[in-house]
T-cell receptor
Framework: AQKITQTQPGMFVQEKEAVTLDCTYD???????LFWYKQPSSGEMIFLIY??????QNATEGRYSLNFQKARKSANLVISASQLGDSAMYFC??????????????FGAGTRLFVKA | SAVISQKPSRDICQRGTSLTIQCQVD?????MFWYRQQPGQSLTLIAT?????????ESGFVIDKFPISRPNLTFSTLTVSNMSPEDSSIYLC??????????????FGPGTRLTVL
């Protein structure tokens, strides 16, 4: 069965510094996708970044990068130059059967990030 | 990207009543998903809704309690029936954008905040 683990319930970071949010996963499917979402207090789910299991390079989207270590089954999110607006809940998610569609996405427990001024 | 709207955005309901949540997408999508997020928790998949077929429910969720309709490729409804305070949650509609040339993206609606008294 697929599984997503986020071991950091809360994290603090100083404004303008970088922060890493941890995520490990477990799956027996060789084809899967990994996602990170941001959920501010408003409740909306904002898509941040995606990594496919067959992607050769780590994904990057602006200040977000995904440190994908396939052998260790980890997909950590790195946020560079943190901003006060980055304070939110962050969810790691995984979907098996990538490229075929219709498979469910499961979510980790989430990490609440607090950015300090 | 897909633009998803949900109605209502929030509601306060009495126990024993039912509420129907609507999800509208600005483009045709094959798969639509309904998630529940209980207070302080992660997202849990309720069911997957395919156009023209019965929804597929996850363990712990049944059609009598959460009937789903999917009349076309841009619309779905989720009904929360015979509500109890334990049904107080955010309910999120999600769609999958399957792009074989790039990546599989999954987008979420803004959510419906339900409070049951």
């Amino acid at each position: 069965a697929q599984k997503i683990t986020q071991t950091q319930p809360g994290m603090f970071v100083q404004e303008k510094e970088a922060v890493t949010l941890d995520c490990t996963y477990d799956t027996s499917d060789p084809s899967y996708g990994l996602f990170w979402y941001k959920q501010p207090s408003s409740g909306e789910m904002i898509f941040l970044i995606y990594q496919g299991s067959y992607d050769q390079q780590n994904a990057t989207e602006g200040r977000y990068s995904l440190n994908f270590q396939k052998a260790r089954k980890s997909a950590n999110l790195v946020i560079s130059a943190s901003q006060l607006g980055d304070s939110a809940m962050y969810f790691c998610a995984m979907r098996e059967g990538e490229g075929t569609g219709g498979f469910k996405t499961i979510f980790g427990a989430g990490t609440r990030l607090f950015v300090k001024a | 990207s897909a633009v998803i709207s949900q109605k209502p955005s929030r509601d306060i309901c009495q126990r024993g009543t039912s509420l129907t949540i609507q999800c509208q997408v600005d483009s045709q999508v094959t798969m639509m998903f309904w998630y529940r997020q209980q207070p302080g928790q992660s997202l849990t998949l309720i069911a997957t809704a395919n156009q023209g077929s019965e929804a597929t429910y996850e363990s712990g969720f049944v059609i009598d309690k959460f009937p789903i309709s999917r009349p076309n490729l841009t619309f779905s409804t989720l009904t929360v029936s015979n509500m109890s305070p334990e049904d107080s949650s955010i309910y999120l509609c999600s769609v999958e954008h399957l792009d074989r040339g790039r990546r599989n993206e999954q987008f979420f609606g803004p959510g419906t905040r339900l409070t049951v008294l």
